[in-house]
């Protein structure tokens, strides 16, 4: 290897890092928030019996190498049927690191989905790029067909079957118009009312909860179970979001009914970690 190779290596072999770091840093940051309805976060397990806040952190923290792969094929690349191939690959070998540190119970496989076309995307585009340019680029390279996708049915591809909806494929296929519709303008409006980062990403999360057709909950609860969380956390978002006393009331309402029918916005939560990791991506873009 000469000098200037190992500058370009050492430079992408950083700006990986950095990109898988701030992954896992976004998968804590959600794990964190708190409170969050039917979801795990301080304070309990939500709807989840298999699942604590330490669980999550373990998921997370094992999948920092998955990440980091991810970015490193993702260099000097376009999206392609290659690309999404080794994606994959990489992603399902993601899954066994998280199954293996969460003693088998699935906390982030939607995660690994989402924040792993985006980091891909964001190792394609490099620093400096807006959320929209990484959220186009995660959509196309999600549009190429995973061809050794195991043909075994999953509950997402149950329910969307079922239902009819696009869940984490068509959510990704798509360029994540949740994350840019919803929870990056909800968290720029919080801020703007002066209120803080966990106050921010809670009405982040109840805006998503709001509008996602979200296949975890479809899967535990129906039409019925999904109805109840988007209507909830509406009331939540109307009575003033998380900053106020009446709309923390409507949050505190909204977690006891998604536990006591057993639904959880897991959909959500990943869509969340998304966006926390977009918004640092451009709002930090330290990295030179
Ligand atoms: C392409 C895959 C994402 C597979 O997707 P598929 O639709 O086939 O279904 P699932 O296996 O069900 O996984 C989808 C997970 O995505 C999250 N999600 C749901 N709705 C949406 C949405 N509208 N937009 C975005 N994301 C969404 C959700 O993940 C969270 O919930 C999981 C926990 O649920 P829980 O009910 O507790 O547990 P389950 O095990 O599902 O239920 P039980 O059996 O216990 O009752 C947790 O993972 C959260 O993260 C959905 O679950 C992808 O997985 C795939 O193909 N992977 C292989 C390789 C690959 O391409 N990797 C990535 C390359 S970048
Ligand atoms: N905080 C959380 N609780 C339950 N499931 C999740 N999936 C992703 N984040 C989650």
New binding site residues.
């Given amino acids: 290897m000469n000098a200037q190779t190992y500058e370009i290596w050492k430079e992408e072999a950083a700006y990986g890092e950095y990109i898988a770091q701030l992954a896992v840093m976004s998968l804590v940051d ?2 964190d928030l708190t409170p ?1 309805p039917g ?3 301080r304070n309990s397990s ?1 709807s ?1 019996s298999d ?1 604590t806040i330490e669980t ?1 952190h373990r998921s997370a923290y094992a999948l920092k190498d998955t990440f980091v792969k991810m970015a490193e094929v993702s260099f000097y690349q376009k999206p392609s049927q290659q690309l999404r191939e080794q994606l994959a690959e990489i992603g399902r070998y993601g899954e066994q690191d998280m199954f293996k540190a969460t003693g088998g119970v699935n ?2 496989k ?2 690994i989905w989402s924040l792993g076309l985006l980091a891909s995307a964001a190792a394609i585009n490099g620093p400096n790029v807006t959320a929209w340019q990484i959220t186009q680029t995660a959509g196309a390279i999600a549009r190429y067909p995973d061809r050794k996708s195991p043909k075994q049915a999953t509950n997402g591809k149950k329910v969307r079957h079922r239902y009819g909806v696009p869940g984490a494929v068509g959510e990704a296929q798509q360029g994540f118009p949740h994350i840019m519709i919803y929870a990056l303008p909800a968290l720029k409006k919080a801020r703007e009312k002066g209120a803080s980062e966990r106050h921010a990403k809670l009405d982040a999360l109840l805006s998503l909860m709001a509008s996602l057709d979200d296949t975890c909950i479809l899967h535990r609860g129906g039409k019925e179970a999904l109805s109840i969380t988007k209507a909830g956390a509406r009331a939540v978002l109307k009575a003033g979001g998380s900053l106020t006393p009446a709309g923390m009331k409507a949050l505190s309402f909204l977690d006891e009914k998604l536990v006591s029918i057993n639904a ?1 916005p ?1 959909g959500s ?2 869509l969340l ?1 998304a966006a926390i990791f977009l918004d640092r991506l451009s709002n930090l873009s330290a990295f030179r």
């Fill in positions: 959600e794990a969050k979801l795990v976060d939500g989840h699942m999550m906390t982030h939607g995660a959880s897991g939560a990943d970690a």
